[in-house]
Structure formats: structure tokens, C-alpha cells
């Protein structure tokens, strides 16, 4: 049974029409980035590449981990890093004894699928060399997600080395948003539908949207690290997130499902007992 924390949140969330918050943003045809703020603005460090910003956290009171998340933040190619983002990456640092790293990649409308992709490869050849592969566990969330998984195909591809595990919370496998069981779940659904596929044409640029460097629910999935994949039953997304990984699991990639029934998108960044839980789990996965 959901707690009460969720149901304040969702029904706030609902009552104050947020779903309608990312097609207002994007009307507006500008990226929007957050930065760690509070005590916790003192414990992420910042570098960049090429111009972007990469943030690093490590568990308090100790020496850099060589044990890396590579996580891949969500937003819908609409947002950079979310506010809501930072707490959780410094809980993951502490539950898991790891350092977290996250690129705040470039996003559209400047940057399309072909640029955001490539610059995630070469980011995270960057942080193998740094760290070594063996070391790192490679995640993203939503639309994160997404690129993480065009990341470890392009890895495929290319015959080059890939982690032991991709980590996927609430992942946006299918940009074009054609799934006609979409409409099954929007009433319960923090995101809308067409907010969603405008978002997607534009990150796609030149390619179709469902390419599978944009969609990766249309590509080949053979050889792909071990999946966990973590989904809320009443996701928008929920339907594609089922959808990929019964193919992902026909095509023999090993695939590790949490389906959390009562949870929407995304809850595992709100102030919620069930947050609490999934990043518990998720810890337990980084080594």
C-alpha cells in the first residue's frame, strides 16, 4: 500500500496540473539547469567537458572510491539537472560507498540526438580511462535512461568493452510515444503524452525518432550488459518499459525487473518513504 507521503505528493501534483509544466518549458526553446544548492553545494565538485558541466560526489569523510556510478540524468531532453537530482545522487554515494558521477550533457535545442550521444561516448571513455571499466556501473533515469542505453549499444557496436550491469529507472525507451496503451494510463499519469512526443522529434533532429540511437525499444539488443530496470505501474512510460523488456529478454539480454504497481514516474526522487527503498536497492546493485 502506498504511504501517505504519496498520495499528499500525487494528489499535489495532479491537483496543481504539473503534467502540463514540460510543455510550457518547451514552448520556451531554452535548456534550463539546476546546481546543487545547501550544505550540499559544498560536497558536489564541479569540472567540465567540452563546456558542459560533469558533477562528482563522494561518501562523506573518505577518500574517492574507485566503485563509480556513471549516472545519466533525466528530463525529458527538455531540463538539465533537476534540483530534485542532487540529493539523491548523494544518498546513492553514501548507501553504495561509490562516487557518483553525472555529465550535465548539451541538450536541445542546440544539441540533437547524434551530438548528445556522441558526447556521452566520449565523456564515459574518459571516465573509464580514469577509473577502469571493471569499476564502473553505468545508470540513467528517464530520458538518461534512454541515452544510457544508446551508449552501451554504440559500445556494442564498436566491439568495445561494456560494464557488468545498466541500471534504468523509469526509462524512456520509445521517444515516438506510438504505444496505443499510453492512453490506458493517463489518468493517473504526472506526464503528458504529447508534451512528450514533441520533445522527442525535437531531440531526435535528423533522425527518425525511432531510430534506435533515439528509441532504443527499436534496436537490436543482443549483448547488452545485464539490465535492473526499475518501473511504477501507473508510469506513463510503464507500458514501453514492459514492451522492452520482454523483447530485451526474447533476444537473451539477462533483465532484472522491479515493478513497483502503485508508483508513477519518477517517484524515486520524491520525499517519500518508497524513494527511500528503491535507492536502498539500487545501491545493493553498485559494484
Known amino acids: 500500500m502506498p504511504s501517505l507521503r504519496h498520495h499528499i505528493i500525487w494528489t499535489t501534483l495532479r491537483?496543481?496540473?504539473?503534467?502540463?509544466?514540460?510543455?510550457?518549458d518547451l514552448a520556451k526553446n531554452r535548456a534550463q539547469r539546476a546546481e546543487p544548492t545547501g550544505l550540499l553545494k559544498y560536497r558536489f565538485t564541479r569540472e567540465n567537458f567540452d563546456g558542459h558541466p560533469v558533477w562528482r560526489i563522494s561518501p562523506k569523510g573518505?577518500?574517492?572510491?574507485k566503485k563509480t556510478l556513471y549516472h545519466l540524468h533525466g528530463g525529458g531532453h527538455v531540463y538539465g539537472m533537476l534540483p530534485l537530482q542532487f540529493p539523491i545522487w548523494a544518498d546513492l554515494a553514501e548507501r553504495a560507498n561509490a562516487e557518483v558521477i553525472a555529465p550535465c550533457y548539451p541538450l536541445p535545442p542546440c544539441f540533437t540526438a547524434s551530438i548528445?550521444?556522441?558526447?556521452?561516448?566520449?565523456?564515459?571513455?574518459?571516465?573509464?580511462?580514469?577509473?577502469g571499466l571493471e569499476n564502473i556501473t553505468l545508470s540513467g533515469d528517464s530520458a538518461g535512461a534512454q541515452l544510457a542505453l544508446s551508449l552501451a549499444m554504440k559500445r556494442r557496436d564498436e566491439?568495445?568493452?561494456?560494464?557488468?550491469?545498466l541500471i534504468l529507472w523509469s526509462p524512456w525507451v520509445d521517444l515516438s510515444m506510438s504505444n496505443p496503451e499510453i492512453k490506458n494510463y493517463l489518468g493517473a499519469a504526472i506526464l503528458e503524452p504529447k508534451s512528450l512526443k514533441s520533445a522527442?522529434?525535437?531531440f531526435a533532429g535528423e533522425l527518425d525518432v525511432q531510430d534506435p540511437q533515439v528509441s532504443p525499444i527499436?534496436?537490436?539488443?543482443?549483448?547488452?550488459?545485464?539490465?535492473?530496470?526499475?518501473?511504477?505501474g501507473r508510469d506513463l512510460l510503464h507500458p514501453d518499459i514492459m514492451k522492452f523488456c520482454e523483447k530485451a529478454k526474447?533476444?537473451?539480454?539477462n533483465v532484472a525487473l522491479t515493478v513497483e504497481p502503485d508508483m508513477g514516474h519518477y517517484w524515486m526522487f520524491l520525499p517519500q518513504p518508497?524513494?527511500?527503498k528503491t535507492v536502498s536497492e539500487t545501491a545493493a546493485l553498485i559494484q
Request: glycine share 12%.
Open 116 to 131: 548528445v550521444n556522441d558526447f556521452c561516448h566520449r565523456h564515459f571513455e574518459q571516465i573509464i580511462s580514469e577509473k
Open 218 to 232: 527499436y534496436g537490436y539488443l543482443p549483448g547488452l550488459p545485464d539490465l535492473h530496470v526499475f518501473t511504477g
Open 159 to 165: 566491439g568495445r568493452p561494456l560494464p557488468k550491469r
Open 15 to 24: 491537483l496543481t496540473r504539473f503534467r502540463y509544466r514540460m510543455g510550457k
Open 250 to 253: 526474447q533476444e537473451g539480454v
Open 200 to 202: 522527442g522529434l525535437r
Open 274 to 276: 518508497e524513494a527511500k
Open 62 to 65: 573518505k577518500s574517492v572510491p
